[in-house]
């Protein structure tokens, strides 16, 4: 190894920009690798984990038991967290690379897309992002109003993340009550006046992307009516060869659900759950806000796992108060780093970032902000251990850091007056958070604010 890098004199420096499920991995794959590792990873907030935290719904817990996995992770020797460190602002890429060997950014999509129709600004109109992070706690969002003192909500889009928002809108308050829910949202959502939400798919039911049990916990609400006209199942010879695909259990056991559904008869609860398919916002109306979103139903057309859907010129309208769009998340660039618009993603072939096509030495992307945001939390872990296997094979080319050590890191933001928020302190945010939470039978009551985290430390 020509530069030593990896060594116990000199081990290989790597920064992790981003602290989500594929940075967490990235990290774990690059302390258990064959050579020595010294992995720090940057969080523009104070509080790590990424989506697990401020995108995974407060009614799934389970899922976020994930976190015990990075926790251990970050009880490494060769481990140090920098919180409340903004990459492109606190630090440039250009600065990074003088005290570190390679970067992988892990940062995600952050942004939503958008619909591409008139009206798609009016008030009343948002995305699923911003809501997700706002009933999560997300400080970036603790102060965004959503007004749901209209009775109809619609939902564009059928992932999981469109599931979610559905879920959180139809569940009755003291469903959400012992969950970690953010105490302004429980509070505007008990006085939400929501009792219809229309969820809207562009294509048909077999190739919905939401995943079986979230379709299923619709038939479970206590206080809401999940409804499907039974016509969207009467589907064409193409969406059939799909669903009898062996390598497709999910869509079937997704008809299954939706079957069920279909079938069953409203109990008269308080609300109601509507599923459409076949149909895409063209325009939303209203005066000062939205008032009504206009559709136009649409075929399908296309081989058997290559259907697109297609407008028919037929238009219908639905009044509503309020819309969430969830069909497709871009990620932000960074400053100093190749971005593809198009794709809404760090340049990058296999994870070596590149420029005009030239990989550009020493820069790694992981997850959502490498590969577009498909699949779940557990889809990154094999995700970053192949990016991490080409940084290490690069290793013998790689140019060394000026400065490896990571107390000149720490200097650095000392300088620069940054008060960098360490594993040890987020572990004390977190306990607080604890605390507060069991006065109220919650999991945890989050701090939504930056300075309120902050002021946590500055009392131990």
Not at 238 to 267: F, V, Y
């Amino acid at each position: 190894m020509g530069n030593a890098l990896g060594t116990s004199d000199r081990p290989l420096r790597v920064a992790i920009v981003g602290s989500g499920p594929s940075g967490f991995y990235a990290a774990e794959s690059l302390l258990t690798a064959a050579i020595k590792v010294k992995v720090d990873m940057f969080d523009r907030l104070p509080t790590p984990f990424g989506l697990v935290r401020y995108g995974v719904a407060p009614d799934h817990p389970k899922i976020k038991n994930v976190v015990k996995v990075y926790e251990k992770i970050a009880a490494h020797e060769s481990f140090s967290f920098f919180g409340n460190v903004s990459v492109g602002q606190d630090i440039s890429v250009g600065d990074l690379k003088k005290f570190y060997d390679a970067v992988i950014f892990a940062c995600g999509a952050g942004t939503d897309k958008p619909l591409g129709v008139p009206g798609e600004h009016l008030p009343g109109s948002h995305t699923a992002t911003e809501f997700v992070a706002w009933y999560n706690g997300h400080p970036d969002y603790r102060d965004r109003k959503f007004d749901l003192s209209g009775k109809v909500a619609v939902v564009i889009g059928q992932g999981n993340v469109s599931m979610d928002v559905s879920r959180i809108l139809c569940k009755s308050v003291d469903e959400l009550r012992n969950t970690d829910i953010a105490k302004h949202a429980l509070k505007a959502l008990a006085e939400s006046k929501i009792k219809e939400v229309h969820l809207i798919g562009r294509r048909g039911p077999v190739q919905a992307a939401f995943t079986p049990p979230e379709i299923k916990e619709f038939v479970e609400l206590k206080e809401c009516d999940p409804i499907l006209d039974p016509q969207y199942l009467n589907i064409n010879p193409e969406s059939q060869a799909e669903l009898a695909d062996p390598n497709s259990t999910i869509r079937a056991r997704n008809w299954e659900i939706l079957k069920e559904i279909a079938a069953c008869s409203p109990a008269n609860n308080p609300k109601r759950f509507v599923i459409h398919f076949l149909k895409s916002p063209v325009v939303l109306l209203g005066e000062k806000k939205l008032e009504k979103v206009v559709l136009e139903k649409n075929e399908l057309t296309g081989p058997a796992g290559k259907q697109t859907a297609r407008g028919t010129g037929i238009k219908e309208e639905l009044a509503c108060g309020i819309l969430f769009r969830s069909v497709g998340y871009r990620g932000v660039p960074i400053p100093g780093v190749p971005f593809h618009e198009q794709k809404g993603i760090i340049a990058n072939l296999d994870g070596r970032v590149v420029d005009n096509e030239k990989v550009v030495p020493g820069l790694y992307a992981v997850g959502w902000i490498k590969r577009g945001p498909s699949g779940v939390i557990g889809t990154n872990k094999a995700d970053s251990a192949a990016t991490v296997e080409r940084l290490l094979a690069d290793v013998p080319n790689l140019e060394a850091c000026q400065h490896p050590d990571t107390q000149a890191v720490s200097d650095f933001f000392k300088t620069k007056k940054v008060r960098v928020v360490s594993f040890n302190d987020w572990q004390k945010i977190d306990a607080a958070e604890i605390e507060r939470g069991k006065a109220l039978g919650k999991p945890r009551e989050k701090f939504i604010r930056v300075e309120e985290m902050l002021g946590v430390l500055e009392e131990n």
